[in-house]
């Protein structure tokens, strides 16, 4: 029993996605070899490598090791603690947690408001556990929320997946994103399938500005850029994306660097939050 614990959904995505960010955090490459041989410069008496070994493997840290790991890379405590991965649908009631969802320090309002709208810009990985939650609802407090996020949610869901860390462990993320939004009958098989086909051509997209260092080929922003702004980027494609950025340092096109940074500064002043878990990650 105690097994089927450890190795929850959840909790082995969040072990997973840890050992790679860890090792980015490092700067070296994702093998508990090479994690090892840089956490032996840090803790010169710490013989690692069963411990990466075991993260790998979706198996969590000793309290010990996980304290000294977040004393080197405080950042990565972030990650750990994002609620992504401890949402459980035998234990969490969803209404009640919906309820705790904050944009700017203010509760979720209105599906109309300008708190929601913000919300729905959204899909940079580390806010995929507001939508999550907002889906299972069953009030009627989140009916409007619901309803948009069973028409959009799919898309969301397949720009989050591109970015690190989190891409590294696509498999385990894409069976917590399945079973979310299409149960476990052998009928969701088919959607599934479905919802890899649809996810191709937005990832070649993401992986072309990537290539072409659009935004710097930061994750998140460029996750962020093809949801917020996909019909304004397609034209600047088609009309020659080289020569734009050339003119730049900005890794934008003129015409769209204006309508990026309002809204880079909409977001940073309404951070979003869920049960007072800040739901943003800076690698």
């Not at 093998?31 to 010169?44: L, N, V």
């Not at 840290?61 to 304290?67: D, E, P, R």
Request: proline content about 6%; some cysteine.
């Amino acid at each position: 029993m105690s097994s089927q614990k450890i190795r929850s959904p959840g909790s082995l995505l969040r072990s997973r996605t840890l050992f790679y960010a860890t090792a980015e955090a490092m700067g070296c490459a994702p093998t508990p070899c090479s994690m090892a041989k840089q956490w032996h410069q840090i803790r010169q008496w710490n013989d690692s490598l069963s411990l990466w070994k075991r993260l790998r493997r979706g198996l969590p840290l000793g309290a010990a090791n996980q304290s000294l790991l977040f004393d080197h890379f405080p950042q990565l405590r972030q990650l750990f603690e994002n609620p992504l991965f401890t949402l459980d649908p035998k234990v969490n009631e969803w209404d009640d947690l919906a309820e705790t969802i904050c944009i700017g320090g203010k509760p979720l309002g209105s599906y109309y408001g300008k708190l929601s709208e913000l919300l729905c810009d959204r899909v940079d990985w580390p806010c995929l556990p507001v939508h999550l939650v907002l889906l299972q609802t069953q009030g009627t407090r989140f009916q409007a929320h619901r309803m948009w996020l069973e028409a959009n949610l799919v898309a969301m869901a397949g720009l989050c997946r591109l970015q690190r860390p989190i891409s590294n462990v696509r498999h385990e993320l894409d069976a917590l994103l399945f079973s979310a939004l299409f149960g476990t009958s052998p009928a969701s098989h088919v959607k599934c399938q479905s919802c890899l086909a649809r996810w191709m051509p937005v990832e070649e997209l993401f992986n072309h500005l990537q290539r072409g260092q659009w935004l710097h080929a930061d994750d998140q922003q460029l996750a962020l850029l093809i949801w917020n702004f996909r019909e304004e980027l397609q034209r600047e494609l088609d009309i020659g994306p080289h020569r734009l950025l050339s003119e730049t340092k900005s890794g934008l096109p003129r015409s769209l660097r204006k309508k990026w940074c309002r809204k880079c500064a909409q977001w940073r002043d309404h951070p979003v939050q869920l049960n007072g878990f800040c739901c943003e990650y800076a690698h």
